[in-house]
């Protein structure tokens, strides 16, 4: 039947990762709890014009005390992974010096949990929420901030390397330093092109640091790719597309995986890079297990004067350009259909971002550490109906699928988000959970995307040894 064609098309190696993922401040809440300190997000959503609607997430979907009836539901998911992220500043509220004991605390009740459950805490340091002490004294344009991270990189990994196998420094770099320092959409909302590029740099080197401070069992950088196509053929389109490949997915791939920046950005850059210090790319070079992979959509580029930021790029609220030197560059609605975010959906960019990391770069295992979509629910009773997700994750799993079989070594899959959520400067309005959040009562239901998921990752592990 076409539903048996459906699931041996989705057998995947034994061994293979079944994930979700969630990060600390779209879903913990409790900002105040136990010591935490602010972070720039804090700051951020309170700053009017910032986030739509002017929310925050004090609250959120209240993980911080509900983390076990979440767990309960990954379970119910049959999830074998779970890809979280440790707020920075509930473990160092000034984000240095005194260690916050009761944040730890936090995060072994919650990797207890986990694996209790037989699910494998997947570790990220930093999803975005940099303590505010740190952004009042400079923040990632300073490289002071990036040797701070490696001290708390240190600390997470002693206090927790005991229950974390699989850990990962820095979540979409790119984000942190564009969005947050040159288009102003993400906190700190900053816009200082010259500045987002020595962030860009000195989130890199953060995770240099932390690699090598943490001499983790398992440890990866986690960059945000894109398929990136010209609009035509023109030289223009070519150079834009060039240019929009070279920092968004080369800036990054290439100084992890190769030790270097790629010269033709730096020439479109044409900036004194002077803070980039002797060995500090051998440092972001430091050896990993692992690259995370974050993919969500194709962007297609056009060089020709009088474009604009389509809405494969757009933001919620008036900001500047994220593309530093390359402004001109407009971003082109090539007519696929979109999700509620204006995101073009199109797996066979996600072919073929793997398939480039895996021919252009040295070897080194990969994860899909996040994919999804918004889309809005319709809810019915107890049923959430959310075909359009279910069929976003379908597609994207089956060129998970080809690529394997194409030889690139993809170990792991991880569905962007578990739950509904925080979307940063979009506040609550995207869903991009597999489990619909009822944000005034926290109930949580399982979508129909869930209920697909789960039994495709039955199918797969139902021939997995169980350990005991
Ligand atoms: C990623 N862009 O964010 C993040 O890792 C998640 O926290 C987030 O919720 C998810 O994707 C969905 O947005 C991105 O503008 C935010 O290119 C913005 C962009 C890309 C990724």
Known sequence: TQEERTRSQLRFPTGFSWGAATSAYQIEGAVTADGRGTSIWDTFTRTPGRVVGGEHADVT??????????????????????????????????????INQKGLDFYKRLTDELLAHGIDPWLTLYHWDLPQTLEDAGGWPNRDTALR???????????????????????????????????????????????????????????GLAVQAMDARRVGGCVNLYAITPAGSSEEDLDAARRIDGLQNR??????????????????????????E???????????????????????????????????????????????????????????PVTSMGWEIDESGLLEVLRRVARDYPPVALVISENGAAFDDVLEGERVHDAERRAYLEAHLRVC????????????????????????????????????????????????????????????????????
């Open 61 to 98: 979907i209240d993980h911080y005390h509900r983390y076990r009836d979440d767990v309960r539901i990954m379970a119910d998911l049959g999830l074998s992974a779970y890809r979280f992220s440790v707020s920075w500043p509930r473990i160092q509220p000034d984000g240095s010096g005194q």
């Open 149 to 207: 991270f490696a001290d708390y990189a240190a600390v997470v990994h002693e206090a927790l390397h005991d229950r974390v196998h699989t850990w990962s420094t820095v979540n979409e770099p790119w984000c942190a330093a564009f969005l947050g320092y040159a288009s102003g959409e993400h906190a700190p909302g900053r816009r200082e092109p010259e500045n987002a590029i020595r962030a860009a740099h000195h989130l890199n080197l953060a995770h």
């Open 251 to 276: 800036f990054f791939l290439d100084a992890l995986l190769t030790g270097r920046y790629p010269q033709d950005v730096l020439d479109d850059l044409a900036m004194d890079l002077s803070f980039v």
């Open 278 to 336: 002797d060995g500090d790319l051998k440092t972001i070079n430091a050896p990993i297990d692992l690259l995370l992979v974050n993919y969500y959509s194709r962007f297609t580029v056009s060089g020709a004067a009088g474009g604009g930021r389509a809405s494969a790029a757009a933001a919620p609220v008036e900001t500047a350009s994220p593309w530093i030197g390359s402004e001109h560059v407009s971003f082109v609605n090539a007519g696929r």
């Open 401 to 468: 699928r080809e690529a394997i079989d194409s030889g690139v070594p993809l170990e792991g899959y991880f569905a962007w988000s578990l739950m509904d959520n925080f979307e940063w400067a979009w506040g609550y309005g995207k869903r991009f959970g597999l489990v619909h959040v009822d944000y005034e009562t926290q109930r949580r239901l399982l979508k129909d995307s869930a209920l697909w998921y789960a039994e495709i990752i039955r199918q797969n592990r139902r021939h997995e040894p169980t350990d005991s």
